[in-house]
């Protein structure tokens, strides 16, 4: 009960921090492209100062480099079925509709929402863990998931993958973990106070992105199909089959929690960008992330 009542007040401040970012969004207060500087801030620094702060902080688990191995298998036999399987999900749909269901089955929110959820309940360690598990979903965004949008050229993705920000602040925070070498304080001090940036950019981005949803148009029964296939049925099924193999807890919750996430924001971004259903993506993308405000806390009370 106890982590059901951390998480729940974590998801309600999440929430706010949302709701502020759509009213800032709306007033304008936030401009379209100080929405994409944000974003752009976010990804390249932000999110990459938290990665090296969690790796460069003082974190322990038994059979460490066991479980970021796990982590990793883990999360490629997960965007694999994903993939492969995800689109027979929602065959019954038209293809403008499938195609974004299926991406965002593909690719979560699992850095914007993710990665803080993740610091908040298991400190430096579950970001750790997070940032293993990020690794294939960041390959398959580029390759499989944008392929459902347009043509992809196979060279500029793996370029894409290679130079993303997230993944070169992984190999700065394993070499940082690996032997710890003496830091300036001012350095440290730097990455720590960027990585404490996550949670409120992060929440004020999602909410500008979910800005241009009409509440009247929102909850349609494809949305909520979606919403049960991402954020109950697919880590039910990844809790059941991780507890048989009794894993290690931290990395259980970790994976339960990353396969519950909601469709990742660029499930709008791109369908808008590639002349998909851009309307209906953002639909998808701000129902998921709506009613992950309850399950999230629900998965704690099992985990």
Known sequence: ?????????????????????????????????????????????????????SFASDVSSDNMAQNLILALVISVVIQVVAVLFGGKLFAKFPKNKKDVMHYGLICS??????????????????????????LPIRFTMWTSGLALFTNVDKKSAVKTILLHP???????????MAFNPPLPTFVSST????????IPLSMLIIGCILS??????IFDKSALYFSLIRLVIFPAIVFVILKLMNIDSVLLGVSVIMSGMPAGSTTAILADKYDGDGHYASKVVFVSTLLSMITIPLLCIVL
């Not at 997230?166 to 940082?176: H, W």
């Not at 990455?191 to 996550?198: G, Q």
């Not at 241009?212 to 148009?217: A, I």
Request: net charge positive.
């Open 109 to 134: 929110n699992s850095s914007f929402i993710g990665m803080p959820v993740a610091d908040n309940i298991y400190g430096s360690l579950g970001v750790v863990y997070v940032s293993m598990f990020q």
């Open 191 to 198: 990455i720590t106070y960027l990585s404490r940036c996550t």
């Open 166 to 176: 997230c993944i070169i602040s992984m190999g700065i925070g394993v070499i940082l």
């Open 1 to 53: 009960m106890e982590a059901f009542t951390k998480m729940f007040n974590l998801q309600l401040v999440l929430f706010a921090i949302m709701i502020v970012g759509v009213v800032a969004r709306k007033k304008n207060i936030i401009s379209k492209e100080g929405q994409s500087s944000l974003s752009n801030l976010l990804i390249n620094i932000v999110l990459p100062s938290n990665i090296i702060a």
């Open 212 to 217: 241009d949803c009409k509440v009247s148009e």
